[in-house]
T-cell receptor
Framework: DAEITQSPRHKITETGRQVTLACHQTWNHNNMFWYRQDLGHGLRLIHYSYGVQDTNKGEVSDGYSVSRSNTEDLPLTLESAASSQTSVYFC??????????FGPGTRLTVL | AQSVSQHNHHVILSEAASLELGCNYSYGGTVNLFWYVQYPGQHLQLLLKYFSGDPLVKGIKGFEAEFIKSKFSFNLRKPSVQWSDTAEYFCAVKDTDKLIFGTGTRLQVFP
């Protein structure tokens, strides 16, 4: 069955370190998205991609970057982790203007 | 840009009670609307969606939602909740190929 996976599931890091969260989907979807989930804010879009070599900034992109070198993967990088980036991160993918399928999430703690 | 409001942040019900969760979006015209559910410790799953046609949409697990264009609303309903419906519920509206999420409603159902 097609799926979307995220790794690691839990990560603790220190302020100032670079962190990369992986997202891998086997749906063969063109569109991929990164969200962060925080209490009182719901899900907010960080970055998204409509295909290989395409990346776009979302609502809360400062301090984050993504790259899309193939269809299956959209890694999210925190260039210099800050405590404000402690959150749960969800990756999602979709074939187009239809249902997005979500990964299991990565819980990131920045100390 | 589109925005979504969920006015019920936390709802507590007893089993067999009826449920209605409010969702309002900001812009008129053609809209695509979604309800997602996140069970404790799990990723988001699609409950139902509205693209066009019958404004009363049936979803999984006995949920339904009614699109009322004149009220910019897409409220989620279930006639009789179960303990297993305890979860967080997110309304979302499509904005190009992105989803704009509400802040979520936490539902607790007690036996």
């Amino acid at each position: 069955d097609a799926e979307i996976t995220q790794s690691p599931r839990h990560k603790i890091t220190e302020t100032g370190r670079q962190v990369t969260l992986a997202c891998h989907q086997t749906w063969n979807h063109n569109n991929m998205f990164w969200y962060r989930q925080d209490l009182g804010h719901g899900l907010r879009l960080i970055h998204y991609s409509y295909g290989v070599q395409d990346t776009n900034k979302g609502e809360v992109s400062d301090g984050y970057s993504v790259s899309r070198s193939n269809t299956e993967d959209l890694p999210l990088t925190l260039e210099s982790a800050a405590s404000s980036q402690t959150s749960v991160y969800f990756c999602a993918s979709s074939a187009g203007p239809d249902t997005q399928y979500f990964g299991p999430g990565t819980r990131l703690t920045v100390l | 840009a589109q925005s979504v409001s969920q006015h019920n942040h936390h709802v507590i019900l007893s089993e067999a009670a009826s449920l209605e969760l409010g969702c309002n979006y900001s812009y008129g015209g053609t809209v695509n609307l979604f309800w997602y559910v996140q069970y404790p410790g799990q990723h988001l799953q699609l409950l139902l969606k509205y693209f066009s046609g019958d404004p009363l949409v049936k979803g999984i697990k006995g949920f339904e939602a009614e699109f009322i264009k004149s009220k910019f609303s897409f409220n989620l309903r279930k006639p009789s909740v179960q303990w297993s419906d305890t979860a967080e519920y997110f309304c979302a509206v499509k904005d190009t190929d992105k989803l704009i999420f509400g802040t979520g409603t936490r539902l607790q159902v007690f036996p």
